[in-house]
């Protein structure tokens, strides 16, 4: 019995036991771990209620937050104003600060990998953290003691924190500490980030090399029939250079491939600014609105803010959009002067031929040949060895390119001159009438940017603000030697700036287009500026303003996605597509009838017509540009295939003319052009479904995504806003795209700020579990207004100056902003 019941005893298993312990510890490990995760991401939402003692604050300052988590900061000077600034910016943005520090620096490799080695080195070469330190040692006392009190409040938000922001944790680094040269570095970066860096020249050069100048000056002609100038008429339409020039006729035909820049316009980095006078509405203050136009990310751009200071024995307040990693408003109201950008297409950089010895040791300069200098840099990349980078030198800038023929390119540009960069950036905001502002603006020391404002005695002016380069002997359209003639002497003083006050009509605005003419547009150049159909519908909508007029009239023009751009576009279609034509040709048909019946002259969404008529002009561009881009790559392969993204002007005149020396030689006609450029659209945007489906909101449908989003699939919709399909586009005053748009809109009228309105995608807060990292986008989306001016305090955090007995005030439990 004792053998029968041995040979039925089930064998041991020890090792299944050792396997279930070894599972149910690996289990215990991951929720462990997961729980530390969780805990660390907690723990990295801000302090937003009750007092917190930190260094570096001489008396107590009030950082309050509303409903939307915008920040009320309430200060004794208005240097405590720029340490709790930082301090909320710390708390809300300190990923995003340091992104933009590493940007300007040429240092994010140091912290993503090596994705980003091509653009830290180039970035490197220009050496903008050193210039960082000279430009804040330069500084005047007052605005170095802002700058440093911001970086103690940075770093003391930061050190608030249970945890580092949560990117640190996924990055496996550490967060470093915040310098005052890291705010001069944020500035710069706004300068890497809306002005040309010595990119557009040597593409000017290329045509100029492979055309006679006649042609190419053609090529780049401005859009006369849409300028819409401040001051002066519209340019003399230019003339097609006649077949004793140029004569493609006899030019063997060449097919251009690849992908067309068809959002080029669209990514242009602009914005729309304008004001109304009183004289013009009836109301006692100016109107001003406006609505940034730059890459959509999360988080946003701007951070929204007020700060209240004390001043020479009275309270002053200001208001608006506040960039992480400066200690100010960059554009808003102060309850006196409003004021806002718009980019200039300004030409505020050059390109110098630089001719070097055989040696590589010297250059050709002004006074004889002169040693170049010579820097050596190390890029840190993070989990790889750091990189050696060299960077060559000239009395005009470092050495950024080749120029051919044994001669190497040298950038002058604005950003890299101390005398033209300052910390000045906020003195606007203690301006009281216009023409306080105007100057404040000018001298600002900030990227040079068309700038309007508005007071409130109903008054307003426009000017640009930022320095603007004396020029002698050449205009900077095309790269040239400095030896013997040219360069710059200094910059504009005040008194010669562009200034225009108190209009007849009592409207201002500029939407990246032409404003001046004459002296004025010698002084700033030409940055190839928009064709101008933005800012016609603009000036009509603010001519249309009747009296009593307010704030809800600028948000209409805003919001204004009428496609008067693509009208004479639409016409030119329907034209091109008759009965011969769309006979036994069924796309085409189908073309035909939805572009004329399914138009709604709007940049809607749901159009699939406005989608075909767009689209209809790029690749009629495309294939009339064909052969004059062709030629240019000869010289540079990277030219656009649409020569510009401005080249309305010369495109219209050559398809209203058709002068058949200048049609592309792969056709025999012009309609046989057009008809073309018809089955090109029906193949791009038929591709991969039906063509009677095929919208504008499928091709623009929104991608406001967080930096990691893409990296963290599985956090993707955590991380990053919802897709939507939202009206707009370029030439138009509601600009929208795929990853570009407004980036924010307010209009305020100036002393009666709280009914203006303030939009922005996203949300305050920078942290995906913070209520407010996404409460804003909807109201952006949909146009809805949402105050100007912080809404009554729902969290109220005071900083007072740490006691020396004390090492460290307890940190209240997080909440979420």
Known sequence: ??????????????????????????????????????????????????????????????????????????????????????????????????????????????????????????????????????????????????????????????????????????????????RAEDSVLTLLAMFLALHDVGEQEPIVEAFYAAWPAPVADFLFSPAADWETPLAGGPSEPALVPGPEVVD???????????????????????????????????????????DMHLPLSVPNTWYHARLTWAANGTRRWAAGATMPGLPGVIAGSNGQVAWGFANSYGDWSDLVEVEIDAAGERYRAAGGWAPLTRHREVVQ??????????????????????????????????????????????????????????????QSGGPSLAAIAGDASGRVGWTIAGAIPRRRGHSGWRPQPWQQAGGWDGYLTPAEYPLIVDPPDGVLWAANNRLVDGAWLRALGNGIPDPGARARQIRQGLLDVTRGAGVGEMRRVQLDDRARFLERWRALLLDTLDAGVVADHPDRRTIREIVATGWNGRADPASVGYRLVRQFRIETAALVFEPFVARAREHRPDVPRLVAATSEGPLWRLIDERPLHVLNPRFDSWPALLVAAVDETARTVG????????????????????????????????????????????????????????????????????????????????????????????AWAEGRPTPFLPGPAVHRLELRRKEAANSRSARPVPGGS
Do not use: C
């Open 1 to 178: 019995m004792a053998d029968m019941i041995d040979r039925n005893r089930r064998p041991r298993r020890p090792w299944l036991r050792w396997l279930l312990a070894g599972l149910g510890l690996l289990v215990l490990a991951a929720a462990a771990a997961a729980g530390w995760v969780a805990w660390q991401v907690r723990a990295s939402l801000p302090v937003l209620d009750g007092t917190h003692e930190v260094d570096g604050l001489a008396r107590p300052a009030t950082v309050a937050r509303d409903a939307a988590g915008v920040v009320d900061i309430d200060a004794s000077s208005f240097t405590e104003a720029a340490f709790a600034l930082g301090f909320a910016h710390a708390q809300d943005r300190f990923f995003q600060m340091d992104a933009s520090r590493r940007r300007a620096a040429g240092e994010l490799s140091a912290l993503v990998g090596e994705s980003t080695v091509k653009i830290d080195r180039e970035t490197r070469t220009l050496r903008l953290r050193a210039r960082a330190r000279d430009m804040l040692a330069r500084a005047r006392p007052d605005d170095r003691a802002v700058f440093d009190a911001y970086a103690r409040g940075v770093n003391e938000g930061l050190a608030s924190l249970g945890a580092p922001p949560f990117e640190y944790l996924v990055l496996r680094a550490r967060p470093e500490p915040w």
């Open 248 to 290: 493609l006729r006899r030019a063997p035909p060449k097919v251009l491939t690849g992908a067309l820049r068809e959002d080029e316009a669209a990514r242009r980095l602009g914005s729309n600014v304008w004001a109304v006078a009183a004289g013009r509405t009836g109301r006692r203050g100016a109107l001003v609105a406006n």
């Open 381 to 442: 990349v993070s989990g790889r060895d750091p990189i050696e980078h060299e960077i060559v030198e000239t009395a005009w800038g470092p050495v950024v390119g080749a120029a051919g023929q044994g001669r190497q390119y040298a950038l002058r540009w604005t950003a890299l001159d101390p005398e033209a960069v300052s910390l000045k950036l906020f003195e606007v905001m203690n301006a009281s009438t216009l023409d306080d502002a105007l100057p404040a603006l000018q």
């Open 687 to 778: 591709a991969g479904g039906d063509l009677a489906a095929r919208t504008w909101g499928e091709q623009i449908e929104t991608r406001v995504d967080h930096p990691l989003g893409s990296a963290l699939t599985l956090a993707a919709d955590w991380l990053n806003m919802p897709r939507l399909r939202l009206p707009g586009d370029a030439h138009m005053p509601r600009v929208q795209g795929r990853t570009f748009g407004a980036s924010e809109r307010f209009a305020v009228e100036v002393g009666r700020e709280a009914e203006g309105y303030f939009h922005m995608p996203g949300g305050q807060s920078g942290h995906p579990l913070s209520p407010h990292y996404r409460d804003m986008h909807e």
